[in-house]
């Protein structure tokens, strides 16, 4: 058996028996295990839900995956990480077939090794997120490239296509600009002639451009988003899709939302995302430099560097946006012990596939035997949320009563208290919002409040619009408990006083957006 082969099934009995041995993981999987039980609920097939809100942040395609496997009968938790378990081995595999066309000659299970047990790759892939689709798709793209600048495809290049189409009803336009301008700069940086302004040089640029049949293969790659655009415009409406297109991929890039950082976020996180071989990638960068008339240093330096590059220029940053350069900062990597160790290269290429083996032999102890204490009961106490949520949706199932929530609910609130109700949770935008309605009636005596604590004013807080300001008082809100979920969550039950108490003075409400409409969370 070979060792690629071996290193596959590894992998696949762990993310095997993971699927099944715990919770969901905070904050990403209560979101994506939501939206797929509310669209079958509620056969809303091409319209993710959350909340019975329509749902914005991402394509339908993780969820239109994950759907069959829940039908088939496998538990939630369980069916919402199929697609990104089979990705992942999937990107393990095409990272062979990567290597295998810019190195016929070298027959090394390392660079596979490297990258199944980079600390950014086995969490992004092992819980559930559209990252894993979008990894894959660029780096079956990238191959495809990689094939035919080597001429092992003639013709339409239709791996390269159907990994941008991949990547792209994943994640969106992102897919195409971490893609097809990476191989275009690799394009650029085949002839040093471009650089002169030779005409012949120009001239052959734009033959290899017409070679990869990009007319063709953009109406491959827009070709899935774009039906579901236009559906999901019909169904819900024009703003809806105005939301998923320009505000969830134009608006944050520029502005950040929830996810603002500085410039220089990624050379901070990548020492540990991609250790131990990010501590090898800046003598990669100088081997590659050196070696840019090659094609896969210099194809391997244009799709790292752009990915980063891209990235960087986002005001929107996490640090697992650059997961699908992770090919190709691997071989950068290793390119850089090579050159760094020279004649000890093979040692060395021994102790860092120990290092990795390592790696993922503590991921497989922490997957199988120690994650599930910390999602259930057992030897590590339960976490704050799950525990703190469990004991919210026993109180309320043995005290029913109308629930609202102040400001929109968080994931993990909607997928505990979702089994209660079977319906979309009621909440207030603002304070004046709150109040009104306990003024008219909408809200009455003996319903919850549900509050998130860094909601209400603090001394070292200051007043924003959607701070709820007076706090509850204590003569018309019983605070019937408080739970450590979610940074805190306090629970409170109007009181028969409420009829009687004057609508106070409030914040300023914020300003409605016309994505407010949807669910952009």
């Keep these: ?268 996180t990548i020492w540990g995302d991609f250790f131990p071989w990010s501590l090898l990638l800046p003598f990669g960068l100088v081997a590659a430099w050196r070696l840019r008339a090659e094609l896969p240093w210099r194809l391997a330096l244009t799709w790292a560097l752009w990915t980063v590059f891209f990235f960087s220029l986002s005001v929107s940053k996490q640090s697992k946006y650059i997961l699908p350069a992770a090919p190709a900062i691997v071989l950068l990597s290793l390119g850089g012990l090579v050159w760094l160790f020279g004649g000890q290269a093979k040692r060395a290429r021994r102790v860092a596939g120990t290092v990795s083996l390592s790696i993922l032999t503590l991921f497989a102890f922490l997957a199988i035997l120690v994650l599930p204490g910390l999602i259930f009961p057992g030897l590590i106490p339960v976490p704050k949320t799950v525990q703190g949520l469990s004991r919210l949706r026993a109180y309320l199932e043995k005290h029913p009563a109308p629930l609202v929530s102040y400001l929109y609910p968080r994931p993990p609130t909607i997928y505990a208290l979702y089994p209660l109700r079977h319906a979309p949770i009621p909440f207030v935008r603002s304070a004046r919002a709150l109040y009104a309605e306990i003024h008219s009636g909408v809200i009455r005596p003996g319903s919850y409040l549900l509050v998130y604590r860094d909601a209400l004013p603090a001394a070292n807080r200051k007043v924003t619009s959607r701070t709820l300001s007076p706090p509850p008082n204590p003569r018309d809100f019983a605070r019937v408990f408080s739970i450590p979920a979610q940074g805190g969550l306090i629970l409170y039950r109007l009181l028969p006083t409420i009829r009687h108490m004057p609508v106070p003075k409030t914040p300023q409400p914020p300003p409605w957006h016309w994505w407010d409409q949807f669910d952009t969370d």
């Design 1 to 268: 058996m070979e060792v690629h082969v071996g290193l596959l099934g590894f992998l696949a009995v762990i993310f095997g028996i993971a699927m099944f041995n715990h919770g969901l993981i905070p904050a990403e999987e209560p979101r994506f295990a939501e939206v797929v039980r509310e669209m079958i609920a509620r056969s809303s097939f091409w319209v993710p839900l959350k909340n019975g809100l329509p749902y914005v942040e991402y394509p339908p395609l993780y969820y239109w995956l994950a759907i069959p496997f829940r039908l088939m009968g496998l538990p939630l938790r369980a069916a919402i990480r199929v697609p990104g378990t089979l990705a992942f081995l999937a990107w393990i595999i095409w990272m062979r077939r990567w290597m295998q066309t810019l190195f016929p000659s070298v027959a090394s299970t390392l660079p596979l090794l490297a990258l199944a047990a980079l600390p950014i790759a086995l969490y992004n892939f092992f819980t559930a997120h559209t990252d894993s689709l979008l990894a894959l798709g660029v780096l079956m793209a990238y191959t495809g490239y990689a094939r035919h600048r080597t001429g092992r495809v003639r013709g339409f290049p239709w791996e390269l296509w159907l990994g941008v189409l991949l990547a792209t009803s994943a994640k969106g336009p992102v897919g195409m600009a971490i893609t097809l301008p990476g191989m275009g700069l690799e394009m650029l940086l085949a002839d040093s002639a471009l650089m002169r302004f030779s005409k012949d040089a120009w001239i052959g640029l734009w033959k290899r451009i017409r070679a990869i049949r990009p007319f063709r293969g953009l109406a491959l790659a827009v070709s899935l988003i774009v039906v579901w655009y236009v559906v999901a415009g019909l169904e819900v409406n024009w703003d809806f899709v105005r939301a998923a297109l320009i505000y969830q991929n134009f608006t944050r890039f520029l502005t950040g939302l929830d996810h603002e950082h500085g410039p220089w976020l990624y050379f901070h």
